[in-house]
């Protein structure tokens, strides 16, 4: 097992994709906590001195993942910030891009290109700060609206 690189937190209601999500970010090198919520994130992320990446869900109850993200970014502006979802709408990507994503991962397959993303490019920190796309298509630059339109 590679030796940690930072703390990562992984916000999702479903248990399921959380763990899944959680062991894939280990097995990368992360210590990684788990939140059900957005609420939850918030306040573990408070004692988390050493956070480098979160993965938040956009579906959830009080708090979606655009209001997550939102709130890292703010607090956390170094943070690498993945948004997962089930969802590949062309608004929904602009609206998390704008919001201060740097990935997208569409769910399930985004979750492999992720990880694959974090154990190949780990110390690239270029590489780290370009938006991106992950989903059954693989791993690709996220060029706004048009290109994200015409990808699909």
Known sequence: MPSEIGQALVVDDEL????FAAKLLERAGFQVTQAASGDEAIA???SMPDLTL???????PSMNGL????????????VMIVM????D???LIERAFKAG???FMVKPNGFIELYKHLTTNRTDEEFFRQPW?????GLRPYRGTTAAAASW
């Not at 399921?16 to 763990?19: G, I, T």
């Not at 209001?67 to 170094?78: C, E, F, I, S, T």
């Not at 796309?133 to 298509?137: L, Q």
């Open 44 to 46: 573990l992320a408070r």
């Open 89 to 91: 709408d062309v608004v």
């Open 67 to 78: 209001q997550v993200v939102r709130h890292m970014r703010q607090h956390y502006p170094d």
């Open 133 to 137: 796309i992950a989903d059954a298509g």
């Open 84 to 87: 997962a979802t089930v969802y």
């Open 101 to 103: 994503i740097d990935i």
């Open 16 to 19: 399921h994709n959380r763990e």
């Open 54 to 60: 979160v993965v938040a869900d956009m579906e959830m």
